[in-house]
């Protein structure tokens, strides 16, 4: 531990010595690249409460549990694992949504269902969680352990074909990627102890059939601590790369692994004081590694820990050589990220936040004495929570948007619903942030998809 203190105390070196750096994530909000307007909210569409939302019919219906989003860069239509409506949310032309359920004969989505038969967190045995298409055909993952492939060519979209990653497992197949070469998905089960992957080959309509399982724990030479996250598939160097948020018992050491296509783990890529989690594929073989835990400067732990750590926050997100596994740029001031994307468009990635790096997880500051808490306060998810913009080039941070989430409702009538899925679309340049029921967001009392993008205002009329 006393090495890794000193390993990110050298990382942080330039975060302490320019203070325009150390300062950085509080002043790019609204900024951009030469050239550039800054990103700004458009517009936000509501999302309809389906019939087996479990508040429908009552005051604050809506949805707060959702997962990963995608967008169909042949198209631009925008896909949503929402947990809480027992659905996929599409959204078409930016104007309307449509939900896409399990065919007759399949069993619905598992909804936000927490696991009965072993102890897990709220969203170990919840679904639907993962989305990737890959136009005619939609993939989604759910619980428990199963992976469903859907027909977009029928109206509504109908079911092809659902496999069980692991039989007799009942956490959920969480995030996936396809690989369209190779027609093989990579479904990971990230709460499973271990967790695994899973290779699935997809046939020309759309069947699907389980190839072989890719266990991450020590015996099989990954040392999975804490789950397994965003899969993405590479056609560059022909591999899956995949975030591990922890590996080895070392809490600060994460890491990326890279995973032939007949499932072979053949090389991890380990990153410092990150926790990986959200990844994604930019230019010139670079991967965007999205960090979900937000570190102190003097090497200790920062999130969930504000009244325990008076330290100064060093959030940061990674970007990473997919060919190399060397880091490239600490992007220092971003995070706390989940998913995180590339858009084409424009040379971005963007990051969107399950937490803020803005304030701790109280709302206030750290309560007297400091140290002796040993609760945490109330409403950890309400607070501004950003959309990190960064310049894939430059690979330096352009703004942090605010975003918005939810709390949890005391009463237990739904859970903290936070900002933490992001997408976007390479023809407009358009990006896309679910964000969870309120009445502080236009347009989303029972749930919203905000759209962001870059266009200037009209220019006024003389």
Request: a negative charge; charged letters at 10%; proline letters at 8%.
């Amino acid at each position: 531990m006393l090495q890794a203190r000193r390993t990110f105390r050298a990382l942080l070196k330039k975060y302490v010595v320019s203070s325009a750096l150390a300062t950085a994530s509080l002043l790019v909000i609204g900024s951009a690249s030469a050239g550039q307007s800054a990103l700004r909210l458009l517009s936000s569409v509501p999302i309809p409460v389906s019939a087996m939302n479990p508040l429908t019919g009552q005051l604050g219906a809506g949805t707060y549990s959702f997962d990963i989003s995608f967008v169909d860069q042949s198209d631009g239509t925008y896909y949503l694992a929402d947990r809480f409506n027992f659905a996929v949310d599409a959204l078409f032309a930016e104007s309307i949504v449509k939900q896409i359920v399990p065919s007759p004969g399949h069993a619905p989505f598992a909804g936000f269902t927490p696991c009965a038969v072993q102890p897990a967190g709220a969203n170990d045995c919840a679904g639907p969680n993962g989305v990737v298409a890959a136009f005619p055909l939609l993939f989604v993952t759910d619980a428990p352990s199963r992976v469903l492939s859907f027909n977009l060519l029928t109206n509504p979209p109908t079911t092809v074909s659902e496999v069980t990653t692991l039989a007799g497992e009942p956490t959920r197949a969480d995030e996936l990627a396809f690989d369209p070469k190779d027609r093989l998905i990579l479904a990971i089960n990230n709460a499973s102890a271990p967790p695994f992957g899973t290779l699935i080959q997809v046939d020309g309509v759309g069947n699907l059939s389980v190839v072989t399982n890719i266990f991450l724990d020590a015996a099989h030479g990954v040392d999975a601590r804490n789950g397994a996250e965003q899969p993405v598939w590479d056609p560059g160097t022909q591999k899956f790369y995949l975030s591990i948020p922890q590996i080895g018992p070392n809490p600060t050491v994460g890491g990326v692994l890279r995973i032939s296509i007949t499932g072979t783990v053949e090389a991890t890529f380990t990153i410092p004081f990150c926790s990986p989690a959200g990844l994604a594929l930019g230019p010139n073989e670079t991967l965007l590694v999205g960090c979900n835990t937000i570190w102190a400067t003097d090497g200790s732990l920062w999130t969930n820990n504000a009244d325990k750590n008076t330290e100064t926050a060093a959030p940061q997100l990674v970007i990473l050589n997919a060919a190399t596994g060397l880091i490239e740029a600490n992007v220092l001031g971003a995070g706390v990220g989940d998913e995180v994307w590339f858009n084409a468009g424009d040379n971005h990635y963007y990051a969107a936040a399950s937490g803020s790096n803005l304030a701790p997880n109280a709302i206030f500051p750290a309560r007297p004495p400091v140290g002796t808490a040993t609760t945490a306060p109330v409403n950890v998810s309400q607070g501004a929570a950003t959309l990190d913009v960064i310049d894939a080039l430059s690979e330096t941070l352009d703004q942090r948007v605010p975003t918005f989430n939810v709390p949890a409702d005391p009463a237990g009538s739904h859970p903290a619903g936070t900002a933490h899925s992001v997408a976007a679309y390479s023809g407009t340049n358009h990006v896309f942030v679910p964000i969870a029921a309120n009445n502080a967001v236009p347009n989303c009392l029972t749930g919203c998809i905000t759209i962001y993008g870059r266009d200037d205002p009209a220019a006024p009329s003389n």
